[in-house]
C-alpha cells in the first residue's frame, strides 16, 4: 500500500513542478465532474459523443503516467516499480469510467453497455504506451483532438452534419435498445477487454531498455521527452512530415523572423523548451484556425465568425501564457547575458530585455490578429471585417498592455510556485476576455469614455511596471 | 553447469560474458569480459567515450547486450526479479528525476519501494553530508544533487552499488569523505562496489582491484598491485646502440636515442630482467609508475 501512496503523493507533487499538467488522479475527477456538469445541462439527453470523448480523453491523460517508469533508471531499478505503477494508473482508469458511467447511465444495463465499451476503447490504448509504436500513436491522437475539436464547434453549426452525427448515433443507439444484443456485446467487449488487458500488461511489464529521453514531462524539468501528451503526440507527428515542417516555418514567420543573428534574443528564448511548446501550440492552432475555410460555402457566413473568434481568443491565451511563463521560467538567464550585452547601463539592459518580450508577445498577437481580420474581411465585407477587425486589435493591445505589467510584476517580485502556472493561465484568459468584452460594449453602447480610460489605465500600468523593471535593482532567481 | 561454476555463479556478484553493445550500428562495447567478486570494490577506468556507463547500465540490465550474458547475483540482468533488485543500488552520472522534490520527499519515496529501507541511516548520513533535506532539489548545486543520489542508492544498504563517476561533482572534501563513506560500507557491510571514474587517486584510495576499459574492450582487470608490478617504465642505458624494440608485444612505449632508451613494459617479470641485460648488453633501471601513468601509457 505505501508504494501506492508514494505514487500518489508524487504526482500531487509533480503537478506543483514543472508543467501544466494536472495529476492524473484530479484530472480524472475534472472529467467526472464536467461529465456530471454536461449531463445537467443537456436537461437528460446526454449526447453519448461527449461522453466518450471525455472518458478517452481522462483514460488517455492518466496512461500517459505508464511512460514515467521508462524514463528514468529507478523506475527500472526499483523492485515491481512496473507493476505498481501498471496498478495505479489501471485502478485510476477503472474507478473514473465506473463514476463517469454511473452518472451517465440511466439504469443498470445502460451502465453495464456503456462500461464495456469504455473499457474496450481504453484497455486498447494500453498499448500506446510502448515507444515502438508512438508514431502511430501520434498519429492516432492528434486525429482524436482534432476530431474532438471540429466535433464540438461544427456539428451544432452545421445541420447536415449534425443530422448526419445524430443518425449514426440514433442508429448505435437503436442497436442497444435491444437488451439481448446490447449485453451480447457488452459482454463481447469484456471478453475482448480482458484479453487485451492481458496483453497490454504483459506488453509493458516486459523488460525493455532504458531511454532518459522518453522521461516526461511531468517527471522531469525542462527536458524534451516523446511521451503521450497531446503537444508532444502533435510534435511526433510534426516531424514525420517534412512538408508540414516547411507549412510550419512559413506560419511562424512572424514569431523569430530577423532575430535569429540577435544573441540576446536567443539567449533569451532560442533553444529553450518552451519556444518547442510554443510552436506545437500555434501550429496545432493553426490547423483548427484553417478548418472553417472548407466549409465556408456550406453554413451560414457569419456564423463562422463565432468559432472563429473563439479559436481566436483560445489561441491568444495560451500562446501569450506559454510565452509569459517562458520568459519568467527564463528570469535567470537575464541575470547572465547581461556579460554578453553591450548596452551603455542595466537600466539600459533591462528595457532592450523588456522590449525583446514585448516584441516576442506582440508579434504573435497581431499575426492573430491579421489571420482575423482577413478572415472578417471575406466573411463580413471591407466595411464590417474592417470593424469587427479592429475591435479585436484594440482588445488585443489592451490586453497585452497588461500582460506585460502582469509579467513584468511576477519576474521580480513572485517564487516559481505550484500555483503561478495556474495564476498565469487565469490572468491571462480573463485579460483578453476582460478586455473583449470592455471593447465590444463601450464601442455597442457608443460608451467611449469606457474604451479611453481602458487605454489611459492598461497604459499607464504598463508603463509604471516597465519604470519599475528597468530600476530593479535585485538579482532575478529562477 | 558443473560444481565449480556453480560456486563461481555463487561468488561473483556481477558477471558479464562476452558481451557485445552497439548503439545504431556503432559497437560500444565489443566483447566485454568482466567480473566483480562479492565483497570486493572495483573501479572503472576509462576514457571519455570508452563506453564506461554502458557498461554498467548493461550490467544493471538498464541496457539490453546485443550479444553476451549479464548476470547479477547469477539472475539474468535483463529479466532481473525483484528479489534482486532490492540488493542493488545505483547511483547514474546525474540525478535523472524528481527536480522539483525535495531530498526527504525523495527518501520517503525511494523508501516505499524497498522492504528494508533504513530511513535513521539515511538521515544520519545526510547529516554527515551537510545536506538540506528540505530544499528543492532543483535549487541545488551539482555536488549537493550528486550526494542526494548517493544517499538515495545507500538506504536500503545494498548488497552491489554501482556508482557511475560519482564523485565527479564533488569538492576534494567531501571526495575524500565519500570514498571513505564507501570503504565503511564494504568494511561494515561487505557491499560489493563497482564504480567508474576518471581519477585515479581515488581508485587507489577505494578500490583493490580495477578494470580498465578502451574503445569498448577490458584492457586490463585484476588487482590494482598486480597491475602496477606487471606495467613499469624501464630506462636502459647500453654501451652500444640499441636494437629496435617496437616489435615486441611487451613493449607499449619506447624512446630509443642511440645507446640509451626508455620503454614502457606490460607483463613484466623481475626475474627476466638479468636476460634483458645481458640481451642489451645494458644497465637496466626499473621505475615503478603511478595508476595515471599506467593509464595514460595503456590508452596511448
Not at chain 1, 82 to 99: A, D, G, M, R
Not at chain 1, 113 to 122: F, K, R
Not at chain 1, 284 to 294: D, E, G, R, S
Not at chain 2, 245 to 257: M, R, T
Request: hydrophobic content about 50%.
Amino acid at each position: 500500500m505505501k508504494q501506492y501512496l508514494a505514487i500518489i503523493k508524487r504526482d500531487y507533487g509533480a503537478s506543483g513542478g514543472e508543467t501544466f499538467w494536472l495529476p492524473a488522479p484530479i484530472y480524472s475527477l475534472i472529467i467526472v465532474v464536467l461529465i456530471t456538469w454536461l449531463f445537467a445541462s443537456s436537461s437528460g439527453s446526454f449526447p453519448a459523443w461527449q461522453f466518450l470523448a471525455l472518458s478517452i480523453l481522462g483514460a488517455y491523460r492518466i496512461l500517459d503516467d505508464l511512460s514515467l517508469s521508462r524514463g528514468h533508471s529507478f523506475g527500472f531499478l526499483a523492485p515491481d516499480f512496473h507493476t505498481y505503477q501498471f496498478n495505479y494508473s489501471t485502478s485510476l482508469v477503472f474507478i473514473s469510467s465506473v463514476l463517469t458511467c454511473a452518472i451517465f447511465a440511466n439504469s443498470f444495463y445502460e451502465f453495464f453497455v456503456c462500461l464495456s465499451v469504455l473499457w474496450l476503447i481504453t484497455s486498447s490504448m494500453f498499448f500506446f504506451v510502448r515507444k515502438e509504436i508512438w508514431r502511430l500513436t501520434g498519429f492516432i491522437g492528434l486525429g482524436i483532438y482534432i476530431l474532438i475539436w471540429f466535433l464540438m464547434i461544427y456539428v451544432k453549426q452545421n445541420e447536415y452534419f449534425f443530422s448526419l452525427w445524430q443518425k449514426i448515433v440514433t442508429s448505435v443507439w437503436s442497436i442497444f435498445s435491444i437488451p439481448a444484443i446490447g449485453i451480447t456485446i457488452s459482454c463481447v467487449c469484456l471478453a475482448v477487454t480482458y484479453k487485451s488487458f492481458l496483453l497490454a500488461r504483459s506488453n509493458y511489464l516486459k523488460p525493455a531498455e532504458y531511454d532518459p529521453n522518453l522521461a516526461p514531462r511531468t517527471w522531469k524539468k525542462h527536458r524534451k521527452s516523446s511521451n503521450f501528451t497531446p503537444l508532444q503526440l502533435f510534435a511526433n507527428a510534426r516531424r514525420s512530415s517534412k512538408t508540414w515542417g516547411k507549412i510550419e516555418s512559413r506560419v511562424l514567420f512572424g514569431l523569430d523572423i530577423g532575430r535569429h543573428e540577435d544573441l540576446l534574443y536567443l539567449g533569451l528564448f532560442g533553444a529553450k523548451v518552451h519556444s518547442f511548446l510554443l510552436k506545437c501550440i500555434f501550429g496545432f492552432l493553426v490547423v483548427l484556425f484553417a478548418l472553417p475555410l472548407f466549409f465556408v460555402n456550406e453554413i451560414n457566413h457569419e456564423a463562422i465568425l463565432i468559432p472563429i473568434c473563439i479559436f481566436m481568443l483560445f489561441y491568444l491565451v495560451v500562446v501569450c501564457t506559454a510565452i509569459s511563463l517562458e520568459w519568467i521560467y527564463n528570469r535567470k538567464s537575464i541575470s547572465d547575458l547581461w556579460l554578453l550585452d553591450n548596452s551603455k547601463n542595466r537600466r539600459r539592459y533591462m528595457l532592450k530585455v523588456a522590449m525583446l518580450f514585448a516584441e516576442r508577445i506582440g508579434r504573435v498577437s497581431l499575426f492573430a490578429c491579421a489571420v482575423f481580420m482577413l478572415f472578417t474581411l471575406i466573411i463580413s465585407g471591407v466595411k464590417g471585417g474592417l470593424i469587427v477587425g479592429l475591435v479585436a486589435l484594440l482588445a488585443v493591445a489592451l490586453g497585452l498592455l497588461l500582460q506585460m505589467t502582469y509579467v513584468l510584476f511576477v519576474t521580480t517580485s513572485v517564487k516559481n510556485t505550484a500555483w503561478l502556472r495556474y495564476v498565469t493561465v487565469l490572468f491571462t484568459a480573463f485579460n483578453f476576455i476582460g478586455w473583449l468584452a470592455v471593447a465590444l460594449f463601450s464601442l455597442q453602447q457608443k460608451q467611449y469614455w469606457i474604451l479611453a480610460l481602458a487605454i489611459v489605465l492598461a497604459a499607464g500600468l504598463c508603463f509604471t511596471s516597465i519604470k519599475f523593471w528597468c530600476g530593479y535593482a535585485k538579482e532575478l532567481r529562477a | 553447469m558443473n560444481l565449480s561454476n556453480m560456486d563461481n555463479l555463487e561468488s561473483n556478484v556481477l558477471t558479464l560474458n562476452d558481451v557485445y553493445k552497439s548503439y545504431e550500428g556503432k559497437p560500444v562495447l565489443q566483447g566485454v569480459n568482466l567480473t566483480l567478486k562479492k565483497g570486493a570494490v572495483m573501479g572503472l577506468l576509462g576514457e571519455n567515450g570508452s563506453g564506461k556507463t554502458t557498461l554498467l547500465k548493461t550490467a544493471l540490465g538498464l541496457l539490453r547486450p546485443n550479444r553476451g550474458e549479464t548476470l547479477i547475483f547469477a539472475e539474468d540482468a535483463w529479466n532481473m526479479s525483484a528479489n534482486t533488485k532490492q540488493r542493488l543500488g545505483y547511483v547514474a552520472q546525474t540525478l535523472d528525476c524528481f527536480h522539483w522534490m525535495t531530498p526527504q520527499e525523495l527518501f520517503m519515496y525511494t523508501g516505499a519501494f524497498y522492504q528494508n529501507w533504513d530511513a535513521i541511516k539515511v538521515k544520519s548520513l545526510a547529516d554527515k553530508m551537510h545536506i538540506d533535506t528540505t530544499q528543492r532539489i532543483s535549487n541545488m548545486s551539482e555536488g549537493q544533487r550528486q550526494q542526494t543520489s548517493i544517499l538515495q542508492a545507500l538506504g536500503h544498504s545494498p548488497e552491489l552499488l554501482v556508482l557511475d563517476e560519482p564523485v565527479a561533482s564533488l569538492d576534494p572534501s567531501a571526495r575524500r569523505s565519500f570514498i571513505k563513506e564507501l570503504i565503511d560500507i564494504n568494511l561494515d557491510e561487505q557491499t560489493s562496489i563497482l564504480f567508474s571514474t576518471h581519477i585515479t587517486s581515488d581508485i587507489e584510495r577505494a578500490a583493490a582491484d580495477i578494470a580498465m576499459l578502451k574503445a569498448g574492450k577490458v584492457l586490463y582487470q585484476g588487482g590494482i598491485d598486480e597491475l602496477k608490478e606487471q606495467v613499469v617504465r624501464i630506462h636502459i642505458a647500453s654501451e652500444s646502440n640499441l636494437a629496435d624494440v617496437s616489435s615486441d608485444p611487451l613493449v607499449l612505449k619506447h624512446q630509443v636515442a642511440g645507446n640509451t632508451g626508455r620503454l614502457t613494459v606490460k607483463g613484466f617479470d623481475v626475474k627476466g630482467l638479468d636476460v634483458w641485460e645481458k640481451q642489451l648488453n645494458a644497465k637496466i633501471t626499473v621505475e615503478q609508475l603511478s595508476l595515471e601513468d599506467i593509464f595514460l601509457e595503456l590508452n596511448a
